[in-house]
């Protein structure tokens, strides 16, 4: 290293073609902007929709998995460090945040950048429903048909077809 120069590695531009992810189903749309890392670990059905300047954070190991019929708003950011499978008719508003990985707490001594990383699956499961701006952090399940609701920060599992939200979200009621 040159004294006084900085050196920095990239992932990527997170440019990529179609035919670089593990699976791009038919009729699956990008819209401008979209960003793929790892596209390699990256499986998308068919007929899914990705909204404007969304970044699929693919990791260099696990997979994110997208199902069929599934809709991603606009500026959505998906990181499947921890592994992210997502199921068939699933609608994710806008501004969606999903994360599968976290720094575990090692003490004061240990800058928390510097701390051990846990990795947790994340499953959206068949036709749920995620709002605007919600965050789904690692590990949790969100059940088939669940909602919920916009600006959740989701913690904990949601079960089948809860209607959940808040933050912490907190499931109010069992849809019909």
Avoid: W
């Amino acid at each position: 290293m040159l004294r006084g120069v900085i050196r920095h590695r990239s992932h990527g531009t997170g440019e990529f073609r179609p035919e670089e992810l593990a699976r791009c189903g038919a009729d699956c749309v990008f819209e401008p902007g979209v960003l793929i890392f790892h596209p390699e670990n990256v499986e998308l059905g068919e007929n899914v929709y990705v909204g404007h300047g969304t970044i699929l954070k693919g990791y260099h190991r696990n997979r994110m998995v997208i199902g069929d019929r599934t809709f991603i708003g606009q500026g959505c950011f998906f990181h499947s460090a921890g592994g992210l499978r997502i199921g068939r008719s699933v609608g994710i508003g806008p501004h969606v945040r999903i994360l599968t990985s976290s720094h575990e707490e090692a003490g004061r001594d240990l800058p928390i950048l510097d701390a051990p990383i846990r990795f947790a699956e994340v499953v959206i499961e068949d036709d749920a429903d995620v709002g605007i701006g919600a965050i789904i952090l690692p590990g949790v399940t969100i059940g088939r048909g669940a909602q919920i609701g916009a600006g959740a920060v989701v913690t904990r599992d949601v079960p089948a077809y809860a209607v959940a939200y808040g933050n912490p979200a907190k499931v109010a009621r069992t849809r019909p």
